[in-house]
């Protein structure tokens, strides 16, 4: 993305926008968008590219700290956390609630567990 480009979110319906932003910014740091030790993006720098008021993304980084994702580090600024240990937690956490989910809506599209095990063996995704 070219220096001013402003990237455009579109939020759901459901579900508050801080706790979108919270799952945006815990799949960026899980998926390695946000690497390890990295010195994570200001307030005002977030609030700009996901268009809201710097509180909500104030209240959003105060969770991922909570959960132990990002370090604050006083007069310096946030940091992705470097103790594997929670990140590998929080990844199988993110997994299975992935799963989960899946599972679940699979259930009510009445997609049956063969049927389903059909589609990821010819899936070209998980080869």
């Known amino acids: 993305m070219e220096s001013g480009d402003k990237m455009i979110w579109k939020f759901e319906t459901v579900g508050s926008i ?4 919270v799952s945006t910014l815990r799949n960026k740091i899980l998926c390695g968008e ?3 030790g990295e010195q994570f993006p200001t307030v005002r720098s977030l609030a700009s590219d996901f268009a809201v008021n710097p509180n909500i993304i104030q209240k959003s ?3 991922l ?3 132990g994702l990002l370090i604050c580090k006083t007069t310096v ?3 992705v956390t470097d103790d594997k240990t ?3 937690k929080a990844r199988e956490e993110y997994k299975k609630s992935f ?6 809506k699979s259930a009510q599209l009445g997609i049956d567990k063969n049927t389903l095990i059909k589609y990821i063996n010819e899936s070209e995704v998980l080869k």
């Open 18 to 21: 801080s706790g979108q932003i």
């Open 77 to 79: 600024g946030r940091f």
């Open 34 to 36: 946000y690497k390890i």
């Open 99 to 104: 799963i989960e989910a899946v599972l679940n």
């Open 61 to 63: 980084l105060s969770v």
């Open 65 to 67: 700290e909570q959960e």
């Open 86 to 88: 929670i990140l590998e």
